[in-house]
Every structure is written in C-alpha cells, then in structure tokens.
C-alpha cells in the first residue's frame, strides 16, 4: 500500500508551556480547507488570529474545524521558548519524513528566528535533505489560511479546559517533550 503525501502547517503559542501545533493535510483537502477558513474570517478581516478572537468566534471557528474532519498534532515542551521550540521542530520534521510529507508551511516569526528554524530543519533532513522529498518554507499568517488551523489548535490546547475538550476531536496526537 502507497503512502499518502501530505502537507503540514505550523504554529505556535506559549502558556505554561511551549506548544507547536501542525495541521496535516492531504493535498486533495487543501483547497477546501482554504475556501472554509476564508469564509470565516469576518469583513475585511486579512487573518484568523485565534488570540484576537472572542470567545462566540472562536467556538464558532473550532466547532467549524472540527466538522471539517482537519488532523493536527501538538508538540510542546518546558524551559526556554527557542530551545523547546527547536525540539519541538525537530519531533515534527522527524515525524514529517516518516509520513513522507512533501511539504511544510511555518509561520515566520522574522530573520534571525526563522533562520534558526531552517538550521534545526537542515540538521534533521541531513547532508542529503532532497532525498526526503520535503520542502519548507515560512510565510505570514496572512499569505496561508491553513496557518490559521495550528494558530487555533495551540491556543486551544494549551487553554485547556473547555477550549482544549472542543479541539480533541481534530487532535490526532499530542507529543510532551517535557523539561528541556
């Protein structure tokens, strides 16, 4: 049996601990996970930014995930945000390969940051990272309503309580890195 390539979308939020969320699509679903989550943005509004969301909206926004049948995962980890978000990387490129995904979609949190990403993502791909068959790049929240997904799922998750109960039906794995 083949392999389902997929493709991967990533983002993050910090609480009491680190979480690195990544929805994974198919490339058959992308296009209609798009038009979901561009219809529910309100007005002119250019992004879903979970955090400037009140609460209606965002059950609203997750109840609208959930029913869309979207997967994620969520990394997290404790101690310094770049070095459990370095790891937390690092699980998911490693877990990305393994699902022979064709392409990963961060969310740029500028220079120097995303150049530390692209390292940690060099590192785990190896001298031969073409053999892997995937490719990453990071884009603005606005450029990818797909990044808009983890960004709900991470603040959800780690909001626990009634926000992370709505959000586990789309959460196919949560991977705790622990104290780092």
Do not use: N
């Not at 609480?15 to 038009?35: G, N």
């Not at 995962?73 to 790891?87: F, M, N, S, W």
């Not at 937390?88 to 740029?108: K, P, S």
């Not at 799922?153 to 959460?171: D, N």
């Amino acid at each position: 049996m083949s392999r389902v390539t997929v493709h991967a979308f990533g983002d993050e939020s910090r609480r009491s601990s680190y979480l690195l969320a990544a929805a994974i699509l198919t490339p058959a679903e992308l296009a209609a996970a798009r038009v979901l989550l561009r219809a529910l943005r309100q007005g002119a509004q250019p992004r879903i930014h979970f955090q400037a969301e009140g609460d209606p909206r965002r059950r609203k926004i997750v109840a609208e995930l959930v029913s869309a049948g979207l997967r994620t995962r969520v990394y997290t980890g404790c101690g310094p945000d770049e070095a459990v978000r370095q790891a937390c990387l690092q699980r998911l490129v490693h877990d990305l390969v393994a699902m022979g995904a064709q392409r990963l979609v961060l969310e740029g949190r500028g220079r120097p940051e995303d150049l530390a990403d692209r390292h940690t993502i060099r590192h785990v791909l190896g001298p031969r990272p073409s053999s892997a068959g995937l490719v990453y790049e990071h884009l603005r929240s606005h450029e990818d309503p797909l990044l808009w997904v983890p960004d709900a799922v991470a603040w959800c998750h780690g909001a626990g309580g009634e926000w992370r109960r709505r959000v586990t039906p789309i959460v196919d794995t949560v991977i705790d890195l622990g104290r780092l």
